[in-house]
C-alpha cells in the first residue's frame, strides 16, 4: 500500500537553500565589500524572507548599521531570554531608534516550558546548557519559521569555534548569512569610531561580551573577548552549534 504523502511537505512550503545556492552566493561576492553585498542580496531578493538577529551586545552596533544602511525595513530580531541586563534591553532601544529600523520584534522563551523547567529561574546556576536550551535556541528556533534566511553578526576571530566562516552557509535548509565573518577586531572598532555608532553602556566598565546577566562577568582572560560568558566554562549557547559539530 502506499505511503499517504507527507503533511510536512504541505505545511512547510518554504523553499529550501541547497549548499549550491550557499556556495554560488560566496562565490558571487568573494571580494565584494559588505554594505554592497547586503544591498544587491536585499535589492534583488536573493535570501528571501530575510531578517537580522542581534542580541545588541558590544559588537552588535556594527552589522545593524550596515543592515540599516542597505534596508531599514528588514526585522531585526531580538532573543530575549528574561534574562539579560538592563542596560542591553535600554541600548536596543537605543540603537532601532538611532538606526531607525521599522521592524524590531522580541522572541521570549515559552511561558508553560518556562514553570516546567525553570520555576525558580535558577536553572542558569546548575544547568547552563538546559537553561539556553529553553530560553534561547527553542526561542530562535521559533523565531526563524517561516523566515528563508537570517544575518548573523558571527566573527571568525571570536572564538576556536567559529573560525573559517564563509558568508553564505546553510542551516536547516535556510540560508545563514554571516555579513562580518572575516571582519577583524580593529575593522569593527575603525567602523564604530568612523560612524560614531552608540556603545553599549556597560563596555566602559570593562566587558567585553555581553549575554545574560548572570552568565556574563568581566573577562577572565582579557585576550579571550567570550571569557566572560559563562565563567569561561562554555563558549556557544547552542544558538549557533550545528548537530553533530558541537
Ligand atoms: S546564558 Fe545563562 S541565563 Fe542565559 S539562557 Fe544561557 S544559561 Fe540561561
Same mark, same amino acid.
Not at 532573543?79 to 539579560?84: A, G, N, P, S, Y
Not at 566573527?155 to 564563509?166: D, E, G, H, I, M
Not at 562554555?234 to 544558538?239: A, H, Q, S, T, V
Given at each position: 500500500m502506499a505511503e499517504p504523502a507527507r503533511q510536512l511537505d504541505v505545511i512547510d512550503a518554504r523553499p529550501a537553500f541547497t549548499q549550491a545556492d550557499a556556495d554560488a552566493l560566496n562565490a558571487r561576492f568573494e571580494g565584494v565589500d559588505t554594505l554592497s553585498m547586503l544591498k544587491t542580496v536585499f535589492a534583488e531578493g536573493l535570501a528571501g524572507n530575510v531578517a537580522v538577529v542581534s /542580541?545588541?551586545?558590544?559588537?552588535s552596533a556594527v552589522l545593524l548599521d550596515l543592515v540599516a544602511k542597505a534596508d531599514k525595513n528588514v526585522p531585526v530580531i531580538f532573543?530575549?531570554?528574561?534574562?539579560?541586563f538592563d542596560e542591553t534591553l535600554a541600548y536596543r532601544e537605543t540603537l532601532i531608534e538611532t538606526l531607525g529600523f521599522t521592524d524590531s520584534r522580541a522572541v521570549v522563551p515559552n511561558a508553560e516550558v518556562l514553570a516546567a523547567k525553570d520555576e525558580t529561574g535558577l536553572r542558569w546556576s546548575y544547568d547552563p546548557d538546559g537553561c539556553c536550551e529553553i530560553r534561547k535556541v527553542e526561542p530562535m528556533a521559533r523565531a526563524k519559521e517561516g523566515l528563508d534566511a537570517w544575518i548573523s553578526g558571527r566573527?571568525?576571530?571570536? /572564538?576556536?569555534?567559529?573560525? %573559517?566562516?564563509?558568508r553564505f552557509e546553510i542551516e536547516d535548509g535556510r540560508l545563514k548569512i %554571516?555579513?562580518?565573518?572575516?571582519?577583524?577586531k580593529a575593522d569593527l572598532e575603525i567602523y564604530f569610531e568612523a560612524e560614531n555608532l552608540p556603545r553599549h553602556p556597560l563596555e566602559a566598565q570593562g566587558y567585553l561580551s555581553i549575554g545574560c546577566e548572570p552568565c556574563t562577568?568581566?573577562?577572565?582572560?582579557? /585576550?579571550?573577548?567570550? /571569557?566572560g560568558r559563562w565563567q569561561g566554562e562554555?563558549?556557544?549557547?547552542?544558538?549557533h552549534i550545528e548537530v553533530g559539530k558541537s
Open positions: /542580541s545588541f551586545g558590544t559588537e532573543v530575549d531570554t528574561l534574562k539579560m566573527k571568525a576571530f571570536q /572564538s576556536v569555534t567559529r573560525q %573559517n566562516l564563509p %554571516n555579513p562580518l565573518g572575516d571582519w577583524t562577568t568581566l573577562p577572565l582572560d582579557p /585576550s579571550n573577548e567570550r /571569557s562554555k563558549l556557544e549557547c547552542g544558538i
